[in-house]
């Protein structure tokens, strides 16, 4: 849910950065691709309608996308665990380390990756920690978080105008 209408605001607000949306599932970016979007966000279908085709564009293709970014925003499912230690109460972070892993699997240069999802404090810690084990002397990750503070119904709003800025 975060990442598209984040992705799709900084399209809107850097006219002259790609962004891709990638995602393993095929329906969903044909629903990207389409009027009928995946999500209903308030003026998200405005946004994604005036940049679709000019600096924004939705893909299936995982590799190809990863290769050619420069920044990688890491927006995925943070369920909480089912099973094991922590089951009932803590995030399930398997989602989050699958990006990691695919990240480092298909990228041919150095990549910033900025984790946004709805995750615990040090999330960031455990994606570097799997992109380390997977650097090498031609290719660096550098990780970055940013906290999700997106509100369903306001999301769009939100992007545009946010009540806080973090840094640090």
């Known amino acids: 849910y975060v990442g598209g209408p984040t992705c799709a605001t900084i399209a809107l607000k ?7 949306i990638v995602d393993l599932n095929e329906d969903r970016i044909n629903a990207w691709n389409s009027d009928d979007l995946p999500i209903y966000e308030p ?16 893909s299936t ?6 290769q050619d970014a420069d920044i990688i925003f890491a927006s995925v499912n943070t369920p909480t665990k089912t099973r094991g230690v922590g089951a009932g109460r803590a995030a399930d972070l398997r989602f989050i380390e699958s990006v990691g892993r695919t990240i480092a699997e298909h990228a041919d240069r150095s990549k910033i990756v900025i984790e946004k999802s709805t995750v615990p404090v ?18 660096q990750f550098w990780i970055l978080s940013n906290p999700e503070f997106l509100a369903e119904g306001t999301a769009m709003t939100d992007l545009d105008d946010p009540d806080r800025v973090l840094i640090g």
């Open 61 to 66: 293709d995982v590799r190809a996308a990863i």
């Open 122 to 139: 040090k999330t960031a810690e455990a994606l570097g920690r799997v992109l380390e084990a997977n650097k090498d002397t031609q290719r």
């Open 14 to 20: 850097c006219p002259h950065v790609k962004v891709t």
């Open 43 to 58: 003026g998200l279908v405005e946004v994604v309608k005036a940049c679709r085709g000019k600096n924004l564009f939705f």
